[in-house]
């Protein structure tokens, strides 16, 4: 951060500059020293930011290739989802995950798109286990559900958005969702990658 103050910003001390903690808050703050490796700054003033959206959307994607996956976290931070659940589905293409660089993705999409809140991400897991601790509403992506209809599009409180991989849920996984009590739905537009779906998703409940 300090590289891309001095080099790319070319600030100094006395110049003004807004930070954020990852949690919500700007601190307007003067810079008091600064060398290629320190930075000192004095917090003038902290006021709370507005949250984009009266939703929390947590965002339930099966693991898809590394770059794929990798920018679903980088648009769906800049969106303003609140939370990633990398979950591992049977037609799953990829079992790893590098929880490191996710974090790293969010934090430079928080700061490219002014947001002021960092996602958090879960270690990934199986959808049976996704789905037996999950006690918050849940709505699953599928190419053969019920056609999305205006009821579906929740606004406000907190959602779990649940999106396949490609190919989509197995039979024997949207059964799991209807015995979670989970509305399985389908987005009004040709079949996607998973990884627009999941952008498309968050972007319909999400952006007003």
Known sequence: MVHQLRRVFRLHAGDKAIFFDGTGDDHVSEIVSMTDEK??????????????SSLRLSL??????????????????????????PVMSERSEKKGFNMERARK????????????????????????????GEKREVVAFHTEGADLADEDIVKTGELVACVGPEGGWSEREVEMFREK????VKLNSPVLRAETAAIAVATLLLVK
């Not at 009590?181 to 399985?184: C, Y």
């Open 39 to 52: 930075l000192e700054f004095r917090v003038l003033e902290t006021s709370p930011v507005k949250p984009h």
């Open 60 to 85: 339930a994607v099966s693991l898809i290739k590394k770059d794929h996956f990798e920018w679903v976290i980088e648009k769906g931070t800049e969106i303003g989802v609140s939370e990633f659940i």
């Open 105 to 132: 993705i969010m934090v430079e999409a928080v700061e490219q798109s002014g947001r002021t809140f960092v996602p958090e991400i879960r270690e990934p897991m199986t959808l049976e286990e996704f789905l037996a």
């Open 181 to 184: 009590g989970a509305a399985i």
